[in-house]
């Protein structure tokens, strides 16, 4: 079955309106929405909230950048 969007689940709305959802359905602090945005990648890429995974360091390198002086 080929993907549809479903039309019904959104409706237009005005600038007003969508400026006094987000400040009523807004984590109040800064430490909330992290928390909230923790448990949405815990959710998108499947890891348990409590234990996610580590940071793979190999895949990132350090290296000094070399200063040049003009003249």
């Known amino acids: 079955?080929?993907?549809r969007l479903d039309r019904t689940a959104f409706h237009a709305g005005t600038h007003e309106e969508a400026e006094a959802y987000h400040r009523d359905h807004q984590p109040d602090t800064p430490t909330e929405r992290l928390r909230a945005a923790m448990y949405l990648n815990s959710v998108a890429y499947n890891y348990?909230?409590?234990?996610?995974?580590?940071?793979d360091r190999t895949m990132f390198s350090c290296?000094?950048?070399?200063?040049?002086?003009n003249g």
């Open 48 to 55: 348990d909230i409590n234990n996610p995974p580590r940071l």
């Open 63 to 69: 290296r000094s950048h070399t200063h040049r002086t």
């Open 1 to 3: 079955m080929p993907f």
